[in-house]
């Protein structure tokens, strides 16, 4: 069964950098055909798409966030990460890492989110 | 602000049944039928009730149902039940290729 974790800091300093990352159990992420992802959800808001990954490493980003953010993956261990640089406070939210698969432009599976506060 | 327009709010009673709306514009929904929409309980992740428009998980009840007319995509949940009370969130692949979200309907069970 597919399972996803995010992980990493759950407190960032204005201006510093986001870095997160999605530990995938269940499936091989390179013998996937479907991409990975993440998203955000301000609290209280709705959701948004940050981007995409896929296991050779070619990535979809949000025009929005762009020039901020950098995206991995390291099929060696399973993983991909984020990271957003000059994070403000806009920048807090609950951050999930997703699969867009075996459905087209559908999130099948989650993880459990991390809730990531800029502030200092 | 989100590229689909959903109502902040809906309610129905229990074994009733309700629609949801998700407004866009043709660019945001494209020349696909690429329509999903997601539940989210509070304090956990979003799941997927329905894909392509119109198509269920294994596993979702077929008390949920989607459709798509024009700009305008719809979830029916019928015979309301109480956890059935959550957010619902439409997202759609548009026409430049990006997926985006509506901002979510609260459904309020009464």
């Known amino acids: 069964q597919l399972q996803l974790q995010e992980s990493g800091p759950g407190l960032v300093k204005p201006s510093g950098t986001l870095s997160l990352t999605c530990t995938v159990s269940?499936?091989?992420?390179?013998?996937?055909?479907?991409?990975w992802g993440w998203l955000r959800q301000p609290p209280g808001k709705g959701l948004q798409l940050i981007g995409l990954?896929?296991?050779?490493?070619?990535?979809s980003e949000n025009p929005s966030l762009k020039r901020r953010l950098a995206m991995s993956v390291d099929t060696s261990q399973n993983q991909f990460s984020l990271r957003l640089t000059s994070v403000t406070a806009a920048d807090t939210a609950v951050y999930y890492c997703?699969?867009?698969?075996?459905?087209?432009?559908?999130?099948?599976?989650w993880g459990q989110g991390i809730l990531v506060t800029v502030s200092s | 602000q989100s590229a689909l327009t959903q109502p902040p709010s809906a309610s129905g009673s229990l074994g009733q049944s309700v629609t949801l709306s998700c407004t866009g514009t043709?660019?945001?929904?494209?020349?696909?039928?690429?329509v999903s929409w997601y539940q989210q309980h509070p304090g956990k992740a979003p799941k997927l009730i329905i894909y392509?428009?119109?198509k269920r998980p294994s596993g979702v009840p077929d008390r949920f149902s989607g459709s798509k007319s024009g700009n305008r995509a719809s979830l029916t949940v019928s015979g309301l039940q109480a956890e059935d009370d959550a957010d619902y969130y439409c997202?759609?692949?548009?026409?430049?290729?990006?997926?985006?979200f509506g901002g979510g309907t609260k459904l309020t069970v009464l």
């Open positions: 997703a699969y867009m698969g075996p459905y087209v432009a559908s999130f099948s599976s």
């Open positions: 269940g499936v091989s992420i390179a013998s996937s055909t479907y991409y």
């Open positions: 990954i896929y296991y050779s490493g070619r990535t």
């Open positions: 043709s660019s945001d929904f494209g020349d696909y039928n690429y």
């Open positions: 392509e428009v119109t």
């Open positions: 997202s759609s692949l548009a026409g430049n290729k990006d997926l985006v």
